[in-house]
Each structure stands twice: as structure tokens, then as C-alpha cells.
């Protein structure tokens, strides 16, 4: 990663920056990179690969340190994670009752 205030390339597991003595931010921003995918596997494809889309801009936001950019769009990503293993319910039931109702 890189410092902050300086530009300076550095360690992550420092807790200051070598160079100008800048405290090292250590939240944790998840992309949900390997969730969308799954999601977009298993669940549903259209919204999660909306979902991909998302994370990857997080990935983007964080090598660029545009630290409140990844906040926003990891929410949108886990969001569009959410609706999609909805969708996924909802289609998993309408499977089932149209199962149960061809068999009637
Ligand atoms: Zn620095």
C-alpha cells in the first residue's frame, strides 16, 4: 500500500508511515470479490456479476486510496450480493412449487 500523506510506498503490517511518521488506517474494507463470483456462479448471474462489478471498484478504490470511494461501494456491493441470493431463493421456490404443482 501506499502512505497517505507522503505517496511513499509501505509496509501494511506498520502501524506508522517510515517516512513522515502518518498513522496507517487499519479498517478493514471487504471487497466481497470472491462472494460475488460464487454469487454469480451459483446464485444468480445477473446480479452477481452487478455485484463483481462492485467489488472490483472497491479493489480499484483501495490501490488508488480513495478510502470513503471503497466504503460506499463495498455497501453496494454487499447489497447486490443480497438481492442476488435472494433471487436465488425465489427462484428455488418457484422451482419447487411448480414441481409440486406438475405432479399434482
Ligand atoms: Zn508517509
Request: glycine share 2%; proline share 2%.
Amino acid at each position: 500500500m501506499f502512505c497517505r500523506n507522503c505517496g511513499k510506498e509501505i509496509n501494511e503490517t506498520l502501524n506508522k508511515c517510515p517516512f513522515c511518521g502518518e498513522p496507517i488506517l487499519k479498517i478493514k474494507i471487504k471487497s466481497y470479490l470472491l462472494e460475488s463470483i460464487l454469487a454469480a456462479i451459483v446464485c444468480n448471474i445477473i446480479f452477481g456479476l452487478i455485484a463483481l462489478y462492485y467489488s472490483i471498484k472497491v479493489k480499484r478504490a483501495l490501490n488508488m486510496d480513495m478510502i470513503e470511494e471503497a466504503i460506499k461501494t463495498s455497501k453496494s456491493a454487499k447489497k447486490w450480493l443480497i438481492i442476488s441470493a435472494i433471487a436465488f431463493f425465489v427462484e428455488l421456490l418457484l422451482l419447487i412449487v411448480s414441481l409440486f404443482y406438475s405432479n399434482v
